[in-house]
């Protein structure tokens, strides 16, 4: 086919051959919201920790555990590899009661972990509350003592501990972005090791752990806004007593109470 040339000729470039083969753009693809239809066989990383608390019925230790294993991604148009959580045990026969709620919400937690919303799934358990008091677990950054309104909130805080010491979440729990999730994870294929928070890097639960001291008022019963108000000294074991749903109660550990 003949092209008449109506216009002077000022330079001219020779057609390049597109090259057969040549790979296709990577699709985005985010590590941290893909789907993994089911628990890989085999063996799986995990962590696995004991929790103490203690709530309206003394002290309690139990032990959950979550394992990991590597996803990858598009980024950029780079594949790439982090590491999220996607299992959650907690063995049934620690508690007295609930045995089958506790089971059916480590396997909610799962699916939401496979499911990619686990972050938002462990905030929401934080919201749960009952009626028996405050239940204290953890330490916040200034060695005060933690309160949650459940034992369900004071388990998922400790959640989130376990995923902010190990790279996941940050320290008030809220999801890491991706970028820094690779760069952890290409840090653990090359130390061998997965990512630690500095030593002076600590949770800081400073909001969660200043509460107002129960059936008093603040301003009468010396309480500051490190925590709750000290009533007196237990007679078991010496430890500080505060108010609880209207008794001294012990929250240094023997969960001893005036009101039995």
Not at 24 to 51: N, Q
Not at 55 to 69: D, H, P, Q, T
Not at 146 to 167: C, K, T
Request: proline share 7%; hydrophobic share 35%.
């Amino acid at each position: 086919m003949a092209v008449e040339i109506t216009s002077k000729i000022v330079g001219y470039r020779i057609k390049q051959k597109e090259q057969a083969g040549s790979p296709p753009a990577l699709l985005e693809e985010d590590p941290l919201t893909v789907r993994i239809p089911s628990r890989p066989e085999g063996t799986l990383e995990a962590v696995s920790e004991k929790i103490s608390y203690v709530g309206a019925e003394g002290r309690k230790k139990v032990y959950l555990l979550v394992s990991f294993m590597p996803v990858e991604g598009v980024v950029g148009g780079k594949r790439v590899v982090i590491e999220r959580p996607v299992e959650f045990f907690f063995p049934s026969g620690q508690l007295s009661s609930e045995h089958q709620w506790i089971t059916a919400t480590m396997r909610s937690l799962s699916l939401a972990a496979r499911g990619g919303y686990v972050t938002q799934a462990v905030a929401d358990l934080r919201k749960v509350a009952w009626d028996k008091g405050l239940v204290r677990c953890g330490m916040n950054r200034w060695n005060k003592p933690m309160f949650h309104d459940s034992e369900v909130a004071a388990i998922a805080w400790s959640i989130q501990q376990i995923l902010y010491r190990r790279g996941f979440l940050d320290q008030e729990g809220n999801q890491v972005p991706v970028e820094t999730l690779v760069e952890r994870f290409a840090h653990r294929m090359q130390h061998g090791h997965a990512w630690q928070p500095p030593a002076d890097d600590t949770p800081d639960e400073a909001a969660n752990g200043a509460v107002e001291p129960i059936g008093q008022d603040a301003s009468t019963a010396g309480a500051t806004n490190n925590g709750p108000a000290i009533v007196g000294h237990c007679p078991e074991c010496r430890g500080e007593l505060i108010m609880m749903d209207g008794c001294p109660t012990c929250y240094a550990g023997c969960g001893w109470s005036k009101c039995g």
